[in-house]
């Protein structure tokens, strides 16, 4: 079991930068492929930034990438998603979530991002 939550949204100008953070708790951790989804106003939920247990491996979606970072602390059990050059269509809620058995089965409740023209 692992519990997640978020800290970090607020809203800021375009061209601005955010710095999401993502504190969880369990035992498996350490184990588990994090990632960063959003959801914006009657869209679906996308993943945009995703992280191996190790912090081995990333992937971002090509709408962040360049622009986002993920990283992850396995010995503070934190997510970071650090987002720069942030445009109004990043406005959006923000989640984190864990992997178990490759199924992103763990969720936060969620941060509003709100990107201003």
């Known amino acids: 079991q692992v519990q997640l939550v978020e800290s970090g949204g607020g809203l800021v100008q375009a061209g601005g930068s955010l710095r999401l953070s993502c504190a969880a708790s369990?035992?498996?951790?350490?184990?588990?492929?994090m990632g960063w989804f959003r959801q914006a106003p009657g869209k679906e939920r996308e993943l945009i930034a995703s992280?191996?247990?190790?912090?081995?491996?990333?992937y971002y979606a090509d709408s962040v990438k360049g622009r986002f970072t993920i990283s992850r602390d396995n010995a503070k059990n934190t997510v970071v998603l650090q987002m720069n050059s942030l445009k109004p269509e990043d406005t959006a809620v923000y989640y984190c979530?864990?992997?178990?058995?490759?199924?992103?089965?763990?969720w936060g409740q969620g941060t509003q991002v709100t990107v201003s023209s």
């Open positions: 369990g035992p498996t951790f350490s184990r588990n492929t």
């Open positions: 992280i191996w247990w190790n912090g081995g491996n990333t």
């Open positions: 979530a864990a992997q178990s058995s490759g199924v992103y089965k763990y």
